[in-house]
């Protein structure tokens, strides 16, 4: 079982490195990462996992999201989801990728 102190450390670690990147949405449109948090709520079915949530603004040229990958300002990808979202007009999205934490051997 990975202890809590150590969640909050990936926690910490996660938030710092998306500070300052973006979400790449269908693999071509970079949008900047608005704002992220961690939830605070249990992830049905996942132990150790951290979800994510971040905010972006300005995506009117997207019309359906298929694939969304967040990213650091150096753009390594950090998390990466796939779903068919329609923006139905929607200037923003709010996403959560959840992220399971694992230890090592």
Do not use: C, W
């Not at 670690?13 to 249990?42: M, W, Y």
Request: charged share 10%; aromatic share 2%; no cysteine.
């Amino acid at each position: 079982m990975i202890t809590h102190s150590y969640l909050q450390t990936i926690r910490n670690d996660l938030l710092a490195r998306i500070t300052g990147g973006d979400i790449l949405l269908n693999n071509t449109v970079s949008v900047p990462i608005h704002a992220a948090s961690i939830s605070q709520h249990p992830t049905a079915g996942v132990h150790d996992a951290i979800a994510l949530e971040v905010s972006t603004q300005n995506v009117t040229s997207v019309s359906v999201i298929t694939n969304a990958k967040i990213r650091t300002s150096t753009g390594v990808v950090v998390a990466e989801k796939t779903a068919t979202i329609e923006m139905n007009g929607a200037q923003f999205v709010n996403l959560t990728f959840v992220i399971e934490v694992k230890g090592g051997a």
